[in-house]
């Protein structure tokens, strides 16, 4: 299993529509085969972050999704 995490600084008062904005991507990226979870939320610490997650089943599966992605 390969795990992916980060995040992004947001303005505070961009944050939540930036991840109801995201919830086609990760419509998306869940119906990849080999995703095993993608996910983007508010930090409940910082209010200028962003936390993005993704799991998945190999690195082939990771980085033949990175490759449909680029076109």
């Known amino acids: 299993?390969?795990?992916v995490t980060g995040w992004l600084e947001v303005d505070?008062?961009?944050?939540?529509?930036?991840?109801e904005g995201?919830?086609?991507a990760v419509?998306?990226?869940?119906?990849t085969p080999g995703c095993l979870d993608f996910a983007v939320s508010a930090d409940t610490v910082q209010d200028d972050r962003v936390n993005i997650l993704e799991?998945?089943?190999n690195a082939e599966t990771l980085t033949s999704s990175a490759a449909?992605?680029?076109?």
């Open 55 to 57: 799991r998945w089943a």
């Open 12 to 19: 505070p008062s961009d944050r939540a529509g930036f991840v």
């Open 68 to 71: 449909r992605a680029r076109g």
């Open 27 to 31: 419509r998306l990226a869940r119906a």
């Open 22 to 24: 995201s919830a086609e």
């Open 1 to 3: 299993m390969i795990i």
